[in-house]
């Protein structure tokens, strides 16, 4: 998917305040509310915005367990499976590794068990401490139009501007903007 300075500003304010309406979106950016809500369906439908709730609800209990995976068959019913959070194709003997977070021991067991049916030869490994863990920074391809002379650019200049950021290609076309908005007042 091909962002463009509507769905960045969309994620931008979405990063700020998750709970933020459509409403105050399409206030803000001067959008109408069916295109906000089409624009954050296209998002989420392209991954690029993820479950969000669901990631800081895990982490909030303490009981869970995080196990690692490994088997030799990718089963489509896998795909379905909540408790999976990660799946690689990786080298090595068994080219499918896994990342589940189940809340206690007897889900664990439940899991493996559900696994095996769908995949025989399960190896599973139980995580003890988590010694790092870092979510790698998303690349955002983006084209942002300038909000000056319209032209797009992938490195714009960024002008934040009543809480939303504007975006310029060059810094002549953010000076004539920001001449532009005080001669309007
Ligand atoms: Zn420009």
């Keep these: 998917m091909r962002l463009d300075s509507t769905d960045i500003r969309i994620l931008k304010l979405l990063e700020d305040d998750s709970r933020i309406s459509h409403k105050r979106i399409a206030e803000l ?5 069916p295109t906000v809500k089409s624009r954050i ?9 993820k479950k969000f709730t669901v990631q800081i609800g895990r982490e909030a209990l303490k009981e869970n367990i995080t196990l ?8 489509k019913n896998i795909l379905e499976i909540d408790e999976i959070v990660e799946i690689y194709r990786v ?8 990342k589940a977070v189940v809340g206690g021991m007897k889900e664990a067991v439940e899991l493996a068990d559900k696994l095996n049916e769908f995949s025989g ?3 599973v490994e139980i995580a003890l401490e988590n010694l790092k ?7 955002l391809k983006a084209e942002y139009t300038c909000d000056y002379c319209g032209s797009t650019t992938n490195t714009p200049i960024i002008f934040k501007h009543h809480n939303v950021e504007r975006y310029f290609c060059c810094p002549v076309c953010l000076k004539n903007y920001r001449r532009a908005v005080r001669e309007s007042r």
Excluded: C
């Excluded at 690692?68 to 089963?75: H, K, Q, V």
């Excluded at 863990?133 to 690349?139: F, M």
């Design 29 to 33: 950016l001067n959008l109408s509310r």
């Design 91 to 98: 080298t090595g003997e068994k080219p499918l590794l896994m």
């Design 121 to 123: 030869d399960i190896i």
């Design 133 to 139: 863990s870092e979510e790698a920074e998303p690349v």
């Design 41 to 49: 369906g296209k998002l989420i439908n392209n991954g690029i915005i």
């Design 68 to 75: 690692f995976i490994m088997a030799s068959s990718l089963n």
